[in-house]
T-cell receptor
Framework: SQTIHQWPATLVQPVGSPLSLECTVE??????LYWYRQAAGRGLQLLFY??????ISSEVPQNLSASRPQDRQFILSSKKLLLSDSGFYLC???????????FGSGTRLTVV | KNEVEQSPQNLTAQEGEFITINCSYS?????LHWLQQHPGGGIVSLFM???GKKKHGRLIATINIQEKHSSLHITASHPRDSAVYIC??????????FGDGTTLTVKP
């Protein structure tokens, strides 16, 4: 069966520090991968999506970047965190075609 | 302006009531999703639709491709249905767009 792993669950980082959040999917190949952010009390905001290795589409210009070094690995990074980067970050995947989403459990990031 | 619009933004119902949440979108899509987010943040996929209607237990989702509109219905609502319900669309290129969500509170 397919599973998605996202870690860490919570993270407190100082302003200006780097960030690396990792997401891996098991049990499928060539998934569409997504990174979302949800600010407190707000809806989901698509940050990046990838339809294949090395293929990254960015939806919102910001302080973050994403990479897909392997088929089932999606990484969200920042060189220097800002206070405004605080939020709930969710990774998700879908199979290519008309399939539903599966979300990771999320990472709650607080930048202090 | 979000390409995916949900209504209402907030909804309070009494236990047992029939609930409808609406979603309208503005561009051609390959699929529409209804998601449920609980207070802890976890998100569960409820339905994926490309046409017609789907039913799962007390939940029913419909989509009208021509009108670019979808509805999520909950029959015999229960307090445990209290959550944020999110409509999301996919394009063939893999892009997804999310509505801002509908916060549902079902009172006993």
């Amino acid at each position: 069966s397919q599973t998605i792993h996202q870690w860490p669950a919570t993270l407190v980082q100082p302003v200006g520090s780097p960030l690396s959040l990792e997401c891996t999917v098991e049990g499928t190949s060539n998934p569409n991968l997504y990174w979302y952010r949800q600010a407190a009390g707000r809806g989901l905001q698509l940050l990046f999506y990838s339809v294949g290795i090395g293929q990254i589409s960015s939806e919102v210009p910001q302080n973050l970047s994403a990479s897909r070094p392997q088929d089932r690995q999606f990484i969200l990074s920042s060189k220097k965190l800002l206070l405004s980067d605080s939020g709930f970050y969710l990774c998700a995947w879908t199979a290519s075609g008309p399939y539903g989403y599966t979300f990771g459990s999320g990472t709650r990031l607080t930048v202090v | 302006k979000n390409e995916v619009e949900q209504s209402p933004q907030n909804l309070t119902a009494q236990e047992g009531e029939f609930i409808t949440i609406n979603c309208s979108y503005s561009v051609g899509i390959s699929a529409l999703h209804w998601l449920q987010q609980h207070p802890g943040g976890g998100i569960v996929s409820l339905f994926m639709l490309s046409s017609g209607k789907k039913k799962h237990g007390r939940l029913i989702a419909t989509i009208n491709i021509q009108e670019k509109h979808s509805s999520l219905h909950i029959t015999a609502s229960h307090p445990r249905d209290s959550a944020v319900y999110i409509c999301a669309t996919n394009t063939n290129a893999g892009k997804s767009t999310f509505g801002d969500g509908t916060t549902l509170t079902v009172k006993p």
